[in-house]
């Protein structure tokens, strides 16, 4: 665009007056990217349409208009890595390649004050490299960074590295840091990272007086948790053999930290992932016959990578067969946790574990994986992302792995589980359920028979009914007008059959008034019950049912409430879950059979109370 573009269309809009200069940026031939529609360069300006016209990756001359890209399209400068990706595509390629260092060096000089937030960078190199390579690139670089002089690396992803003025040597850095701070616990950081980022040799010489320091804060500090102690003790170590000094002088003992098995659980937690490994090495020597025990303790509590360390470490001790028989009486228990069973299903077709977790997958497994999510649902406050539950939609392939040896009935209980389940929104559950329908056709019949029960009474409780009916206003109160002006303001740019955001915001439209319909059915199906109705005559809905499950022998109680109130760890569950169902209009003395994951269950009713007397 020229001048007199930039002018026409100012005169057009007067209130793009403050964006002149962005306006005047978008030049023929200037590189760009649109939040939308991603890399691209302008190609030129047609001034009878006051359009520009942009290419993009697999759509070349894309009409767009300017006033509409103030907020949405980036110019970038000459230097930008992006750009500088087409014009000098061998330099780039071979920094990536031999000098990831000096690539982020010349990314930062780009940047105001030639600082960015990790995250900032993580998303500019993951687009210059490749979102299948970046991530092995991006902790390499890393590693070159801590030593380089010329960055300072921040210890967080959400700080900013900075492209210094002059070099600094990093060791003296972070020595003078270590001399400058009060902190105890920011002191035994700045030691572990020292002896991470620095060179052996380089650290020897300072070795001695940095350790008399360490060690009398792990010994005399009552600041630190036990995890933080038992990493400065491994820092004051490492600093001892470094300095050629007796390690069995220095107290306390690493040994002595992890004595207590019933702190370990809370340690494993709290301590960096670079420390797990040695963690697991530490319990195997001060723990010489229960380790194995403390291991798979540790296993059922852990999540993300530490789950890998623990299995890893229980096969490198030849425990491979008691890791397939623990995870499935922790099954049969319904002791397999949500981050257990996310690694279980991420993992099982892995070629180092699947050989482990072959026997797990199928239909007691999607029961878990049903049942933690349904857990987790109640226990999380707001709309916290929950991984299992993401995982079973995105994976196109589990539920189909996990039914693969199951027969109709067992499916069409699961199916029905899933109906019942508060960790998905109706739409997802429809979209999990069309993947057990292609399986077995005959679960159709429970889809058809939910729609036909838009007209069922359902008995709530008071609390249950305020939650779903806040979950609604915020729908129609907030969110769909909020909607509805994002399709205004998109609408008003014309060509709708190339306008992205036009597109998300119908998408959005959509999704919001399926919400809002599935609530006002069931808001409106809906009767509050304060559940003092019920007698001890009969099971009803506000019941407290006190079973003997013949099968195991054992007596379990619950409380049967409404139709939203299911709360498995308190022993609650809806009337309208299959047991719940089973057990309405039962008398003490009778006996119920119902068929949970493949298996028969007999419950014999040994008494009957009411749940509003129990309070």
Partial sequence: MNAEAVQDLISQKPELKA????????????????????????????????????????????????????????????????????????????????????????????YPNNAATGVELENLFSSVIGADKFKRWWTAAKKQLAGDPRVAVPAKRTEVFVLRDEP??????????????????????????????????????????????????????????????????????????LAGQDLSALEPKVEEIVANERDLPVIAEKLPTGYHVRLLDLIHSAHPTAWKEIVFTLLKLSSGKFTTECVNFLLDHECGAEITSTFLRWQVEQNLRAPVLLWIVKNRTTRKFSRLLNDLIGPRLLTAILFAIDYEALQTAGARRMPLADILSDDTDLIPDLLSTADPETARDLANTLMLNQGFEELTKKSLLARFIKLFPGIQSLVASDESEKGEALLVSKDSYDRKREEYDAIVTKKIPENSKAIAAAREHGDLKENSEYKMAKQDQSLLLA???????????????????????????????????????????????????????????????????????????????????????????????????AK
């Fill in 19 to 110: 964006s002149k200069a962005k306006l005047e940026a978008m030049k023929s031939g200037a590189y760009c990217v649109h939040r939308s529609w991603g890399f691209g360069r302008i190609k030129s300006y047609d001034a009878a349409s006051r359009k520009l016209l942009i290419d993009f990756d697999g759509k070349p001359g894309h009409p767009m208009d300017p006033a509409f890209c103030i907020g949405t399209l980036e110019i970038l400068p000459e230097k930008h890595l992006l750009v500088r990706k087409q014009t000098e595509a061998a330099t780039i390629q071979d920094l990536i390649e031999n000098n990831p260092a000096q690539l982020v060096v010349e990314a930062l000089a780009t």
């Fill in 168 to 241: 600094v040597n990093v060791e003296d850095e972070l020595i003078e840091q270590f001399k400058n701070t009060r902190s105890p616990r920011r002191r035994l950081l700045i030691a572990a990272e020292l002896l991470t980022t620095a060179k052996k040799k380089d650290l020897k010489p300072l070795a001695a007086d940095l350790l008399t320091d360490v060690a009398a804060i792990v010994k005399d500090t009552q600041q630190l948790e036990l995890a933080e102690r038992l990493q400065g003790a491994w820092v004051r170590n490492d600093l001892a053999a």
């Fill in 515 to 613: 919400q809002k319909s599935q609530l006002e059915r069931e808001l409106g199906n809906a009767r509050v019950t304060d559940f003092k109705d019920v007698t001890t005559d009969s099971v009803g809905v506000g019941s407290v049912v006190e079973l003997r499950d013949l099968g195991a022998k054992k007596l379990v109680t619950y409380s049967i409430l409404g139709a939203w109130d299911s709360n498995p760890d308190a022993f609650i569950m809806s009337y309208k879950t299959p047991l719940g169902q089973a057990l309405l209009s039962k008398k003490v003395g009778d006996e119920v059979q119902v068929k949970i994951a493949g298996e028969e269950h007999t419950y014999a009713i040994q008494a009957i109370r009411r749940h509003v007397d």
